[in-house]
């Protein structure tokens, strides 16, 4: 999901439903020197769900998988756990959210996580969103998400589960927070503490439009943490404040943590309105930092300028896409704690479009570089995950328009692509497509054609780990498939 401001108090459950929605070429095979991907998503287990419908506009995409994460058993890179939502409705959210999970790295099986009603077990929501997963250094994983309601109410709830089989069940089912109109929280992720065992930490932002109306917005980073392994989690608190400036929001919370030190640090993007909320006056990307395990946060410390622009078909601009702009994707160098931050951004487009971009800083998030461009020039890239494995190589993926030719209307050939840094140096620089080449225009359609707010890449021991969503041509009713890889990095 991806929140933006409500205007009026009618106009609120309007803008919750607008922000939560959000034929390839023939021997469009995957590139020769790349590892195959295999299939993470089969079969449907919420097919015969019907919850969830809100009006008789509403649209479910059956047998659509998207929006992937993923996390890496640290102590074995053979066993992996994805995250992904499952059959996608156009106006918010997906049925629910499904887990697939391996010990081998290659077959993967399904769980359902239970996050929404369609979910067996599952808890009181209509439908789901926002899945995030990551796994402890004791082999726990901890799953997130979020679960919302339409119709009963306009609900919106932070929801974890743990499992301790590497993702065949999940318990500790736990609501950390829930909010009704118009309150509404919004893309929460969950990282689990890499030296601290049992130690989680899950953050989003929560826009409060109260009093509903032009001027009110406010929209603070929140955070809940459990110390024994999910069993519990702490009350929900403001972390990150916005009071300050008027009409201002976070959103993309997401924490990394420096194995060195157990330093831990929650890059974000803040965003300035207009006093009518109507156009975004200022936006930037920020990082505040904790050395007491989230006890207590620095001033946040700017990173880089928010110079995303519109995500579309850069043949028809009336077309839109839906990826990664707004959000962060950090990583931290296990060897040195250097810090990057991959993100969207129009800085060597001229505003044109956003290319993938990344920043990095060498002194413990105090300073920051100007940034470098990683996706190739005067070509539209989006949704960029980036990783560091153990040799300090920054691996980067993202989705790119290079094999988009001019005047192409009808089709909008897209592919993954693999880029890496040795040492994070960009003339060492080497790229590799790791996906077919495919039809995103195949998506479904939730505020602009959608593969996901997100994808997902890990160091996994030998390299990375990718999980990506693909298109499907001509097949309405398995429009997107998640598949994943492991990729060597040097």
């Known amino acids: 999901m991806r929140a933006f401001l409500p205007l009026t108090a009618v106009a609120t459950a309007a803008l919750l439903l607008a922000t939560l929605t959000g034929a390839a070429p023939a021997a469009a095979g995957r590139s020769p020197d790349s590892a195959p991907l295999v299939k993470v998503s089969e079969g449907d287990p919420y097919a015969d769900c019907t919850i969830g419908a809100r009006s008789p506009d509403s649209v479910v995409y059956p047998g659509t998988e998207v929006e992937p994460y993923l996390s890496v058993d640290p102590r074995d890179p053979e066993r992996v756990v994805t995250v992904f ?3 996608r409705w156009n106006d918010g959210g997906a049925r629910g959210l499904v887990a697939g999970w391996t010990t081998d790295g290659r077959t993967f099986h399904r769980s ?3 996050f929404s009603l369609c979910a ?11 899945p995030w ?10 799953a997130s998400g979020e679960g919302v309601d339409f119709t009963k109410s306009t609900r919106s709830g932070l929801l974890t589960a743990t499992s301790r089989d590497g993702g065949r069940t999940w318990q500790n089912l736990t609501v950390t927070h829930v909010d009704e109109q118009p ?8 990282t689990a503490d890499p030296i601290r065992k049992g130690t989680a930490y899950q953050v989003w932002n929560r826009l409060d439009n109260d009093p509903p109306g032009p001027g009110s917005l406010d929209g603070p980073g929140y955070i809940s943490l459990t110390r024994d392994g999910g069993r519990t989690w702490s009350e929900a608190r403001p972390f990150v404040d916005t009071g300050t400036v008027p009409n201002t929001q976070t959103i993309g919370h997401v924490i990394v943590v420096d194995p060195r030190t157990g330093t831990l640090y929650d890059f974000f993007d803040r965003i300035t309105y207009s006093d009518d909320l109507s156009t975004v006056t200022e936006a930037h990307y920020a990082v505040v930092t904790s050395t007491d395990a989230g006890e207590t946060w620095s001033a946040p410390v700017t990173v880089a300028r928010d110079t995303s622009v519109p995500e579309v078909d850069p043949n028809d601009p009336t077309r839109l896409l839906r990826a990664a702009a707004t959000l962060p994707s950090p990583a931290v160098d296990p060897k040195t704690g250097t810090l990057y931050m991959a993100y969207e ?6 505003g044109r479009f956003d290319s993938v971009q990344l920043v990095r800083s060498t002194d413990g998030g105090r300073t920051w570089g100007s940034p470098e461009l990683i996706s190739p020039q005067d070509v539209p890239a989006f949704s960029p995950s980036i990783a560091v494995d153990g040799r300090g190589t920054v691996a980067l993926t993202y989705y790119d328009l290079r094999f988009l030719k001019p005047g192409d209307t009808t089709t909008l050939p897209t592919a993954y692509q693999l880029a890496t840094l040795p040492h994070g140096d960009p003339g060492l620089r080497t790229e590799r497509r790791i996906s077919r080449v495919f039809d995103w225009l195949q998506a479904p359609f939730a505020g602009g054609y959608f593969l996901g707010d997100y994808q997902g890449l890990a160091a996994d021991g030998k390299g990375v780990r990718a999980v990506l969503t693909e298109t499907h041509s001509g097949s309405p009713q398995n429009r997107t ?9 040097r």
Do not use: C, H, I, M
Not at 183 to 190: A, I, Y
Not at 481 to 489: A, L
């Open 85 to 87: 939502q499952q059959d």
């Open 112 to 114: 359902t996580l239970p």
């Open 120 to 130: 067996p077990g599952g808890a009181d929501f209509e439908r789901a969103t926002d």
């Open 133 to 142: 997963v990551s796994t402890g250094p004791d082999g726990t994983v901890y």
């Open 183 to 190: 309150f509404f929280n919004d893309k929460p992720s969950l």
């Open 345 to 350: 951004g129009s800085d060597f487009s001229g």
């Open 481 to 489: 498939d998640v598949y994943s890889g492991s990729f060597r990095t």
